[in-house]
Structure formats: structure tokens, C-alpha cells
């Protein structure tokens, strides 16, 4: 029904908490898996998992800040599959920094992961996409109700969600092209957040309590599959 086996999925932020679990859901589901993410100790043993369980993995390097480097992932993942089916861009990096103290250089740097990224990403993989192919962008809820400290990863998240929609529009109906915008969602990159606001957070979560980085994967590996086929 998922309509994933032998299709080549790319992910980035691969060794990331939600990363992590939609590499190793997508393998269970047979598609093959190109990871990259800047932990290279963290991929090599998720590419060894993937593969010890019967799966078919491969790991890539790349500065997702670098449109040079982008290109390069895009054709290097295309050379060894024959096309790209899929997209997850979850890289991204979440500092914090207050406006009133946020230096230039700090404001650049998250915009040129977060948001120069996720174009130079989007971009690199057109020519390799297949038909009815798909891109699945990581954006935030962050981005729709902003977030105390972290202006900047706020706007750049508000700034991919609107982005997708314009790409969506642009590259259906070979390409579906979707956005997804987690809440507070337990993994690494949110363990000193919790740690430091928690019992707020909870109160202001409807199902008062955190997502689970399985959760998430779940539904992307729904924007991934032939289930979502009317959706973009």
C-alpha cells in the first residue's frame, strides 16, 4: 500500500532524533536510504543498523550551507540509485539568542542552514526527481506562533513552510511537495529546551504531553508513500 519498496528516499539531518526514526521506518518499509548529516560517527552506526536489519543504506557528507555542496549530494545519490523519489530535508540547527543580543553573524549563520538550505536542497535534487516523486521540508510550529529566544529560528521556519507551498505549486503535478511543522517533540536537539521550560510547554500542549520522534516519522513516511498521493 505504501508504494516505498526499492524507491530511493534522501534524507538530511539523517542522524538527527526524527531523522533517525524515518531512516529506519522508511527501511522497514523498503525503500533505500541515502543519509547525510554532519555527525559522522551517528550516521556510520545508522547506516550499520539499517543494514544488519536487511535494509539498504548509504551515508553522504555535505554542508547543506553550500549550494556547491548540495549539488554535489543530489548527483552523488542519483549516480549511485539512478534517481531521487523523495526528499526529507531535516537538517537545521536551534540556537539561542535573544534579538536584542543576537549578533549579525549569529542571525546569518541559522538563516543560511535553516532556511539557504532548504533552497539550495530543494533545488539540487530537481533534476534527479522521478515521476510522482515527493519533498517533505521540516519546518516548525515555531514558525506559526514564534518561539522566546529564538527569533531567528522562528522566522526561518515560517519562511520554509511559505516557501513549500510556492514550490508545491511550481513543481506538481510530477512533484508533491509538503511541509511539515512538529510542536515540541522529544529529542536531542530539544532536550535543554525541556529541561528549562517544560512544565510551561506542557500546559500549553493540548494532548499534554511530548511527541515522540516515531510520531513524526510516521507521518512523513505518509508524505512519502503512494497514500498521500492527492497531497500537496
Not at 523498503?30 to 539498504?56: P, S
Not at 516548525?140 to 508545491?168: E, I, N, P
Request: hydrophobic residues 45%; contains cysteine.
Amino acid at each position: 500500500m505504501l508504494g516505498l519498496e526499492k524507491k530511493t528516499v534522501l534524507i538530511t539531518g539523517a542522524a538527527g532524533g526524527i531523522g533517525r526514526a524515518l531512516a529506519l521506518r522508511l527501511a522497514q518499509a523498503g525503500a533505500q536510504i541515502a543519509l547525510c548529516d554532519r555527525d559522522a560517527n551517528a550516521l556510520e552506526k545508522l547506516e550499520q543498523e539499517i543494514r544488519e536489519q536487511g535494509g539498504v543504506a548509504e551515508r553522504y557528507a555535505a554542508d547543506i550551507g553550500s549550494q556547491q555542496s548540495c549539488q554535489d549530494l543530489a548527483k552523488s545519490v542519483a549516480d549511485r540509485f539512478g534517481a531521487i523519489d523523495s526528499l526529507v530535508h531535516s537538517a537545521g540547527i536551534y540556537p539561542e539568542a535573544k534579538v536584542a543580543e543576537m549578533s549579525a553573524e549569529q542571525w546569518r549563520q541559522l538563516m543560511q542552514i535553516n532556511l539557504d538550505g532548504t533552497f539550495y536542497m530543494c533545488q539540487a535534487v530537481m533534476p534527479y526527481l522521478s515521476e510522482r516523486s515527493s519533498i517533505v521540508n521540516l519546518s516548525s510550529m515555531a514558525g506559526h506562533r514564534g518561539s522566546y529566544a529564538h527569533a531567528h529560528y522562528s522566522a526561518s521556519k515560517g519562511a520554509v513552510t511559505s516557501f513549500s507551498k510556492s514550490l508545491a505549486l511550481e513543481l506538481a503535478p510530477r512533484t508533491r511537495v509538503n511541509c511539515v511543522a512538529p510542536g515540541i517533540i522529544e529529542t536531542p536537539m530539544t532536550r535543554d529546551l525541556l529541561q528549562a521550560k517544560g512544565q510551561s510547554l506542557l500546559a500549553s500542549t493540548p494532548l499534554q504531553r511530548f511527541g515522540t520522534a516515531q510520531e513524526v516519522a510516521d507521518v512523513i513516511l505518509f508524505l512519502c508513500s503512494d497514500l498521500a498521493s492527492f497531497v500537496t
